[in-house]
Each structure stands twice: as structure tokens, then as C-alpha cells.
T-cell receptor
Framework: GENVEQHPSTLSVQEGDSAVIKCTYSDSASNYFPWYKQELGKRPQLIIDIRSNVGEKKDQRIAVTLNKTAKHFSLHITETQPEDSAVYFC???????????FGTGTRLTIIP | NAGVTQTPKFQVLKTGQSMTLQCAQD?????MYWYRQDPGMGLRLIYYSASEGTTDKGEVPNGYNVSRLNKREFSLRLESAAPSQTSVYFCASSGGTRLWIQYFGAGTRLSVL
């Protein structure tokens, strides 16, 4: 089955700097890659997603890039703010399958 | 429109006790999922249901059973709870026009002593 690896497990950045979280996947048939944000004690919520026919997608301060050849995708957060502190999960969906396989998460801390 | 609702929010069980976690969604979604979340392990799929009347095993199904009662409800049952089942459990659903996006409930924090 699909395997998703996520790095780093923890990340601290100065407020205003950029943060990058990287994920790799194993199944070349994966075609959908969402990112979820989970604040402390809350439920995971989708923040951005990308499909395999697109190389990059942006939404204000966040962007996701996809390299299908290398089978990796990354989350980029620019101009980080204290409210960006959370755990971020990447995931992958194999085409024709209902399931998402999640990475193990990255705890992002923004230092004021 | 409440989205995905889980009950209870918290539960403490003794080893060997049984319980059912309830999940309901009001978004008319076809697919529903149960995950467990443990520190450093991410979200691991226990069972899912692609449509009413069907259920399939996920990554960690042992010790659990599920019932897709109708399109709205998907329950998770622990027949004989073990300390290894101490975790936070999330229900999710997906479907409709934004087919692949999963919407999560608020979670159930379960402790098995």
C-alpha cells in the first residue's frame, strides 16, 4: 500500500520567516495530495490540496509544490505568524481509492 | 449544519470493557472513516465505509468493529478494550462536490486503564 514519509517532525522558525515541510510518497498511482492543519486540542482541517496534474498551487501565504518524478511534495508557508503554530499533516490518495494515507506530522512553532 | 459530530468527547474504560463511539454527518457524504491518532504516529485509518452498506479495513483494524448504520451514521465498537487502544479517535466524512476532501469530527479522547 501507499507509504507517506514526512520531515521534519518538529520545526521552529522566527516570526516572519518561511517554513517548509516535505513529504515523499511511494505509490506512483497517487493523484491527490492534501495538507491538514491541526491546532492544539482541535480537529484536523484542510488548508490546501493539489492534484497530480498541477505542479504548484498557492493560497495567500501558503503554497504546495509537487514533483511527480521524484514522488515528493512540499508545503511552503511565507511570512509566518504566531497563529501558524500547529501540527501539519500531509497525505496522499491513490487513484480509484477512497482512502488517504497520512504522514506522521510536523509540529511547527513560530517564535515571536 | 453541524458537519461531523462525534460522541462522547471523553471516555475512560477499564481493560476488558466494551463501548461504541458514535459518529454522524449531515453533509450527505457517501464515505466515512475512523482514525486513531497517537503521538508521533499521525492519523492511522482503522476502518472506512465508501458507501452505505459497505465497510473495509484500514491500516489498524484489529480489536475494532464498525457499523454503517445508514448514510449519516458510522459507529466504531471496541468489544474488549485494551490499554493499547488508549488514543484520540477521529471520525471523518467525504463526498459531494468536493469529493476528496475529508471533514473531521472533534474527536473522542479514550483512556483504557
Amino acid at each position: 500500500g501507499e507509504n507517506v514519509e514526512q520531515h521534519p517532525s518538529t520545526l521552529s522558525v522566527q516570526e516572519g520567516d518561511s517554513a517548509v515541510i516535505k513529504c515523499t510518497y511511494s505509490d506512483s498511482a497517487s493523484n491527490y495530495f492534501p495538507w491538514y492543519k491541526q491546532e492544539l486540542g482541535k480537529r484536523p482541517q484542510l488548508i490546501i490540496d493539489i492534484r497530480s496534474n498541477v505542479g504548484e498551487k498557492k493560497d495567500q501565504r501558503i503554497a504546495v509544490t509537487l514533483n511527480k518524478t521524484a514522488k515528493h511534495f512540499s508545503l511552503h508557508i511565507t511570512e509566518t505568524q504566531p497563529e501558524d503554530s500547529a501540527v501539519y499533516f500531509c497525505a496522499a490518495r491513490v487513484g480509484g481509492n477512497e482512502k488517504l494515507t497520512f504522514g506522521t506530522g510536523t509540529r511547527l512553532t513560530i517564535i515571536p | 449544519n453541524a458537519g461531523v459530530t462525534q460522541t462522547p468527547k471523553f471516555q475512560v474504560l477499564k481493560t476488558g470493557q466494551s463501548m461504541t463511539l458514535q459518529c454522524a454527518q449531515d453533509m450527505n457524504h457517501n464515505s466515512m472513516y475512523w482514525y486513531r491518532q497517537d503521538p508521533g504516529m499521525g492519523l492511522r485509518l482503522i476502518y472506512y465505509s465508501a458507501s452505505e452498506g459497505t465497510t473495509d479495513k484500514g491500516e489498524v483494524p484489529n480489536g475494532y468493529n464498525v457499523s454503517r448504520l445508514n448514510k449519516r451514521e458510522f459507529s466504531l465498537r471496541l468489544e474488549s478494550a485494551a490499554p493499547s487502544q488508549t488514543s484520540v479517535y477521529f471520525c471523518a466524512s467525504s463526498g459531494g462536490t468536493r469529493l476528496w476532501i475529508q471533514y473531521f469530527g472533534a474527536g473522542t479522547r479514550l483512556s483504557v486503564l
